[in-house]
């Protein structure tokens, strides 16, 4: 794996050292954002959990992970602190992978409640109306095996540490003093169990949701978990697969519509990253395709999100254009070169051949059933990627209409990337 940006020889978030270095010139951009954002006043440190009470307001730190695993961080980059319902996509992920979507979605909604995260928010049936409220994570919780205290909360840790690619513990005292305190809880994990929802016993989700909370973080390991997600599930740094491609997606869905507490269609309006957002002051956006990105700074507005974290997100969203449904000026061409020389065509694709690609592709194809001159195509698959399954069928359909048609189709796939 690359984790060498050109010219500039670094470490990576695996052995605690990422790109800082100041003439970078992503740093810069990192720094320039921090600068303008760090004098942000407003927010209010959260104190409901009375060991949260004593974070530092004015600490802040960003980074970023690009999808081959290169780190770039600014301000207070090594600072721990809890990652709270930042730890829920995660959960809710390992609870997909193992139970499957229908039977996870059977226990839990995937509709936004807009309602604060610790709301008594359960639906008509009986389920909390998302894996992101409170509520919602403690039941997912349950639901990831093994069942059994300690047994479940080892293996929960171990898949958290897997995306951040560092073995992640816990912050004791931050978890005493919410099993101490945590009663609304208590009380959300009880009206799942009545509701049927929750897999018992009660205590044992609850004190697991809370230590996965209690989880110690910095922004690096925030930026390597979303880098994770928005690769699809293998972390950049450790080259580990830790969900599958299908998880990934279905927990940026879920992300992006519950991730940021009762903002959700606001934060889609003006930053569109897929996100998260914690108690103690962290936001992890996971650019789907892109970058993982880790923000820390305690102050939080009435929503909860982190007053200094929001705007550094949108000022990366908007200036370097990573707002998720954004319009590529033009979509890219998976043909790499025609050649024609004598009655033989000769078709060279490059890339990724997903639908979009293979449309391109099959629409080429298909004007040599009318072009006399051509009576042999050779597909090349030399410089491809990769090969998604529609774009398989799409292919293997032309080349049935290209044979019907009396032209001699044969594909030239030296590294196996088209499958069986
Ligand atoms: N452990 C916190 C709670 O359950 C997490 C809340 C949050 O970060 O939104 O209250």
Known sequence: MDHLAHGHPRTTPADGHPATEEGHPVIRVLEGIREEVADLAGGVVADYIPELAHADPEAFGIAVVS????????GETDRPFTIQSISKPFVYALAVEERGLDDVHAHVGAEPSGEPFN????????????????????????????????????HLRSVLSAFAGRELVVDEAV???????GHRNRALGYLSLAGGVLVGPVEAAVQDYFRQCALSVTVVDLAVM?????VGGVNPLTGERVVSQRTARHTLSIMSSCGMYDRAGEWGLRVGIPAKSGVSGGILASAP??????????PLDEAGNSVRGVAALGRLSDDYDLHMLRTPAEPPSPVHSVTRSGDTLDVRLRGEID??????VVSR???TIDDTRVRTVTVELERVSGFSDAARALLAAE??????????????????????
Do not use: C
């Open 226 to 230: 979303a880098a994770t997600l928005a």
């Open 67 to 74: 999808p081959h695993g290169r780190a770039y961080a600014v």
């Open 119 to 154: 709301a008594i928010s359960l639906d008509e049936r009986g389920r909390p109306e998302n894996p992101m409220i409170n509520a919602g994570a403690i039941v997912t919780t349950s639901l990831v095996g093994p069942g059994e205290r300690g047994v479940r909360f080892e």
């Open 355 to 360: 639908f979009l690609a293979a449309e391109q």
């Open 399 to 420: 080349l049935h209409e290209l044979a019907e048609a009396g032209v001699d189709a044969t594909v030239r796939d030296p590294r196996g990337v088209r499958g069986a």
């Open 175 to 181: 978890y005493r003093s919410e099993a101490e305190t």
């Open 289 to 298: 395709g892109a970058f993982g990105v880790g923000v820390f700074s305690p």
């Open 365 to 367: 194809l298909a004007e």
